[in-house]
T-cell receptor
Framework: QKEVEQNSGPLSVPEGAIASLNCTYS??????FFWYRQYSGKSPELIMS????GDKEDGRFTAQLNKASQYVSLLIRDSQPSDSATYLC??????????FGKGTMLLVSP | GAVVSQHPSWVICKSGTSVKIECRSL??????MFWYRQFPKQSLMLMAT?????????EQGVEKDKFLINHASLTLSTLTVTSAHPEDSSFYIC?????????????FGNGTRLTVT
């Protein structure tokens, strides 16, 4: 069974700290990886995509991909209370749509 | 770009009635759209894949006669919850891929919160 796994959390960090969110996936041939943020009661919004090994930075967000280890992570620098949300990892596992992890809840305390 | 519009954003209906939810891709054509359901504090659950001009593909356990999907054009898919019951109360979200390539992300509509009384 192909799948995407995330720790459900909550991950609690103080304001200003770095939040590190992790995701593992089961299919070695996956080529595209995405991070979505979902606020409570809202639909998911795309925040990062990454397709090749290494780091990709966008503002305070850095996505890291290691295909050999089948591992993708999201770092949030200078975490803010407004970053408190559930973060969903999504991977193209060859199905018609993306496969989502169950999400990690992030809580940033002031 | 890649805006998916969903309407209505919330709806309250009485048990036994039907509710239609619309999903539109505003600035791209979507041959395939996806319908998700999410109960409070739970993860996204894919209900069905909506294909333009053909029948939808439903996930295991989703009743196709209860959740009617129509994808009549490249920019519009509709989900009709027929004979709704309180247990159908949930957050319904549509999404679409901007292309069929493996690098295409999913873009989500804002969701529809359905409450059946």
């Amino acid at each position: 069974q192909k799948e995407v796994e995330q720790n459900s959390g909550p991950l609690s960090v103080p304001e200003g700290a770095i939040a590190s969110l992790n995701c593992t996936y089961s299919d070695r041939v996956s080529q595209s990886f995405f991070w979505y943020r979902q606020y409570s009661g809202k639909s998911p919004e795309l925040i990062m995509s990454i397709y090749s090994n290494g780091d990709k930075e966008d503002g305070r967000f850095t996505a890291q991909l290691n295909k050999a280890s089948q591992y993708v992570s999201l770092l949030i620098r200078d975490s803010q209370p407004s970053d408190s949300a559930t973060y969903l990892c999504a991977v193209n596992l060859g199905y018609s749509t993306l496969t989502f992890g169950k999400g990690t809840m992030l809580l940033v305390s002031p | 770009g890649a805006v998916v519009s969903q309407h209505p954003s919330w709806v309250i209906c009485k048990s036994g009635t039907s509710v239609k939810i619309e999903c539109r891709s505003l600035d791209f054509q979507a041959t395939t759209m996806f319908w998700y359901r999410q109960f409070p504090k739970q993860s996204l659950m894919l209900m069905a894949t909506s294909n333009e001009g053909s029948k939808a593909t439903y996930e295991q356990g989703v009743e196709k006669d209860k959740f009617l999907i129509n994808h009549a054009s490249l920019t519009l898919s509709t989900l009709t919850v027929t004979s709704a019951h309180p247990e159908d109360s949930s957050f319904y979200i549509c999404s679409a891929l901007t292309s069929t390539g493996t690098n295409s992300p999913l873009h989500f509509g804002n969701g529809t919160r359905l409450t059946v009384t």
